[in-house]
T-cell receptor, first 114, second 111 residues
């Protein structure tokens, strides 16, 4: 299995809702990432987990809360989002340790905040 | 991480080689050059990476200048399915390191 899966594919939520994005990989990767991509812009790194511990937080607002419950799963909990948070949210994973930084990306979750 | 500069767009005829340039004049000694591409509405896809030697795989070739300040990604026989945004990224080798995407090059392969 060389895939990163993300659910849901699309999500529409109001500003007062709480929702979660899910990412899963079964490649034995121990580094997992969340990126945000606005329309016609490049992906921007949000968070990096290495061995299930948060190693990089790119000053992301606290309304985005990542969680890595085990080595295969990565969640992004969303609460009190703003319309400007509407974007494609991409998950990625890569091998651990000194292996190269080839990241495998999922297809993304397209989020619309009303 | 070092910044990269790429042309915003390029065109290529189907079946011809596509040569995509990238400048990374501030690259440091422990940083690698990575290339990814993103086909419309999909997640980015890894293509190739290198440190200082030229590299080739089943998708592409990567030519890095001797001073490592620039590189060229070569798609030897471009097809319509190679139409995508191509990102040149400088990053440390270690897994868990940042990938900082620039604006990339929109490559359009024409029939």
């Amino acid at each position: 299995d060389t895939e990163v899966t993300q659910t849901p594919k699309h999500l529409v939520m109001g500003m007062t809702n709480k929702k979660s994005l899910k990412c899963e990989q079964h490649m034995g990767h121990r580094a997992m990432y969340w990126y945000k991509q606005k329309a016609k812009k490049p992906p921007e790194l949000m968070f990096v987990y290495s061995y299930e511990k948060l190693s990089i937080n790119e000053s992301v607002p606290s309304r985005f809360s990542p969680e890595c419950p085990n080595s295969s799963l990565l969640n992004l909990h969303l609460h009190a989002l703003q319309p400007e948070d509407s974007a494609l949210y991409l998950c990625a994973s890569s091998h651990s340790g000194l292996a190269n930084n080839e990241q495998f990306f999922g297809p993304g979750t397209r989020l619309t905040v009303l | 991480d070092a910044k990269t500069t790429q042309p915003p767009s390029m065109d290529c005829a189907e079946g011809r080689a596509a040569n995509l340039p990238c400048n990374h004049s501030t690259i440091s000694g422990n940083e690698y050059v990575y290339w990814y591409r993103q086909i419309h509405s999909q997640g980015p896809q890894y293509i190739i990476h290198g440190l200082k030697n030229n590299e080739t795989n089943e998708m592409a070739s990567l030519i890095i200048t001797e001073d490592r300040k620039s590189s060229t990604l070569i798609l030897p026989h471009a097809t319509l399915r190679d139409t995508a945004v191509y990102y040149c990224i400088v990053s440390r080798q270690t897994s868990g390191s940042r990938l900082t995407f620039g604006e990339g090059t929109q490559l359009t392969v024409n029939p």
